[in-house]
């Protein structure tokens, strides 16, 4: 299996406040982690930041004994408990950073096993056999209404409060996500991104960027600099787990 990740400020943003990590173990389980932070200039980069730093202490801590589904998904529930913990309890120390967050999706791969876990609306993809899936599903106000009939998947893309999230990482002192194990076969490939990419290219471009890739080594840098051929408005982030 292979890692590869890349950020991007973006085309107008004055600071990169999304945060990647990732790792490959020696038994060839790979695990990574995108954030997007928020809460002001200072609050977002600390809590993107935060929260991946303690993704990636709890995972390294404790990957080694999650040999079984259930052992997999303790530990990413614990990852995002800590993340959350981390991020909260410096905002509430921290009167300028009140109400600082970031949103998280982490994945871990090993042994012919995928498992996920996020929170907010940064997302996660599946590449399979010429296709395409969206792993999950956005935690926000426009997810909502499109899930209640309020707005079409069409009128949703473009929606002005798409950015509003009813879920994050680092706002309360607990915090609700959602854990799913799939299995996976080589060839297959997962995306993990940052809303600045996923606003700005459709399913299918995604889908024929990282399926059709000469070198797929180059993917994540290639899908960036399409974002910011199309203005960047937001920082990009993209880690892609090559099975």
Known sequence: MKLVAKTDIGSQ?????DSYR????????VWGAVCDGMGGARGGRLASTMAVDALQQAIEAGIDEAHTPQAGRALLESAVEQANRSVYEKARGT???SGMGTTVVCA???????QYVHVG???IYLFRNNKLLQ???DHSMVQEMVEQGALTEEEAQNHPRKNLITRAVGTEPRVSCDVFTLRVAPGDAILLCSDGLSNLLTDQE???EVVHAVHKEQC??????IAKDRGAPDNITAVLMLI
């Open 13 to 17: 943003r004055s600071e990169n406040q």
């Open 135 to 137: 792993l999950t599903k």
């Open 95 to 97: 009167p300028s950073l």
């Open 121 to 123: 609306d940064s997302r």
């Open 22 to 29: 990732g790792g490959r173990r020696p038994d060839d389980a």
């Open 220 to 225: 994540c840098q290639h899908l960036i600099e």
């Open 108 to 114: 871990l791969v090993r042994g012919g096993l995928a």
């Open 206 to 208: 995604l889908l024929f």
